[in-house]
């Protein structure tokens, strides 16, 4: 009776590539969602169902990355083999939080306040490694300084924007950028929802490379 075996590969022959971890982003956002796409890696899009009401006396701050990360672990229990990513955004002028104004009259009274006022925009970032049960947590601020705003002005940006879904009523990725006379943060991309810099940062120390990523 004969045996057959298999010779082994010859030495120069690779192994191959580690096939890629699932991502999943734990936001609706159109905005989030068109960032993400910036890194070029395949994702999917799931709805977290979390409570997004601040706890009585919470801080702004404190609100976005609380956010951030209940969304990406409401998000990891329903893919247990992913890497998840949760982002919250708050905009903070004086300590009060100002959230998204929903109609035009709303935006309009929020505009006018924050004429010539710097706000900041807390962004809270999550990235949950629901095979390890593990989780990074990040805080990135945008400090943004606004224009001296007139009537006209906001009834202008308001009409051609539309922002009643962006939080403090600025749309940045597009004309509300021109709102400030000034921002200052070391991830911009945070302005829009989701600041890129430090998630590539994370997605690294999970394993994930944005330039190389696996097959």
Do not use: W
Not at 11 to 21: I, V
Not at 94 to 109: C, W
Not at 124 to 153: I, K, N, W
């Amino acid at each position: 009776m004969s045996t057959k075996t298999t010779p082994n590969p010859p030495a120069s022959a690779s192994a191959p590539a580690p096939a890629a971890r699932p991502l999943v982003l734990a936001s609706t956002s159109r905005y989030r969602r068109a960032l993400l796409a910036q890194l070029g890696l395949p994702f999917v899009v799931a709805s977290p169902e979390t409570d997004e009401s601040p706890l009585p006396g919470e801080k702004p701050s404190a609100t976005a990355l609380r956010l951030a990360e209940a969304k990406a672990r409401s998000v990891a229990a329903r893919y247990p083999d992913a890497l998840v990513i949760g982002s919250d955004q708050v905009a903070d002028c004086d300590g009060q939080a100002v959230g998204k104004p929903l109609d035009h009259r709303h935006a309009v009274a929020q505009l006018t306040a924050l004429s010539g006022k710097t706000v900041v925009f807390h962004t809270g970032l999550a990235l949950v490694d629901a095979a390890r049960d593990a989780c990074q947590t990040a805080m990135v601020d945008v400090t943004s300084t606004f224009r001296e705003l007139t009537p006209a002005e906001i009834e202008a940006y308001l009409t051609r924007d539309q922002p009643y879904d962006c939080a403090a009523s600025v749309k940045s990725d597009a004309l509300g950028i021109a709102l400030f006379t000034r921002i200052e943060s070391d991830d911009p991309s945070a302005l829009i929802g989701l600041p890129l810099i430090r998630l590539t940062d994370m997605l690294r120390a999970a394993g994930l490379s944005v330039l190389t990523p696996p097959a």
